[in-house]
T-cell receptor
Framework: EPEVTQTPSHQVTQMGQEVILRCVPI?????FYWYRQILGQKVEFLVS????????KSEIFDDQFSVERPDGSNFTLKIRSTKLEDSAMYFC?????????FGQGTRLTVV | AQTVTQSQPEMSVQEAETVTLSCTYD???????LFWYKQPPSRQMILVIR??????QNATENRFSVNFQKAAKSFSLKISDSQLGDAAMYFC?????????????????FGQGTILTVHP
């Protein structure tokens, strides 16, 4: 089965620091998504990325967030200056047709 | 905008028994997909079952089946012969079935989740 790979699995960072979460999506997929899940809460859409640019973003995705595909394969989510409330699981997803493939997630802890 | 509602924050079931998790959604679209995802303590998102809205037949995957009522916008998950490994958070999710190139292609909208406990 195709796999979406996320690194790191867990990251601890100090408030105010920049973090970069990485995702290797399934090759030949055109759309990529980032979702966020605060502990114990529902999974929320952050941003979608198509053809190397953002196609849609939620109100959560403010100026502190950015996404890139720096080398044509990796797909990154950057948080410029982390806040305590950014602590959450971050999932990368790669849909195609009727399938929606999720990475295993990155647990971000801001202290 | 689409919304997904799971009205049962927690459910419990005895091992080997059957349990049904509820989900309702709101949409003005006619073509879409519905999913149930399982999230164990590892927090990985695992696809349990998928239903295409254009299909009248309810999807089934081994012990998991759905009751899809399109007119009522209801999509419940039935787990038969529950096992201890079924204990997890379950999320219902909606996805637009737009053509490739649409900005919402592949975007999932999730319900709040239901925590399922399985008692031995």
């Amino acid at each position: 089965e195709p796999e979406v790979t996320q690194t790191p699995s867990h990251q601890v960072t100090q408030m105010g620091q920049e973090v970069i979460l990485r995702c290797v999506p399934i090759s030949n997929h055109l759309y990529f998504y980032w979702y966020r899940q605060i502990l114990g809460q529902k999974v929320e859409f952050l941003v979608s990325f198509y053809n190397n640019e953002i196609s849609e973003k939620s109100e959560i995705f403010d100026d502190q967030f950015s996404v890139e595909r720096p080398d044509g394969s990796n797909f990154t989510l950057k948080i410029r200056s982390t806040k305590l409330e950014d602590s959450a699981m971050y999932f990368c997803a790669s849909p195609r047709a009727a399938e929606a493939f999720f990475g295993q997630g990155t647990r971000l802890t801001v202290v | 905008a689409q919304t997904v509602t799971q009205s049962q924050p927690e459910m419990s079931v005895q091992e080997a028994e059957t349990v049904t998790l509820s989900c309702t959604y709101d949409t003005s679209e006619s073509d879409y997909y519905l999913f149930w995802y399982k999230q164990p303590p590892s927090r990985q998102m695992i696809l349990v079952i998928r239903q295409e809205a254009y299909k009248q037949q309810n999807a089934t995957e081994n012990r998991f089946s759905v009751n899809f009522q399109k007119a009522a916008k209801s999509f419940s998950l039935k787990i038969s012969d529950s096992q201890l490994g079924d204990a997890a958070m379950y999320f219902c999710a909606y996805r637009t079935d737009s053509n490739a190139g649409g900005t919402s292609y592949g975007k999932l909208t999730f319900g709040q989740g239901t925590i399922l406990t399985v008692h031995p």
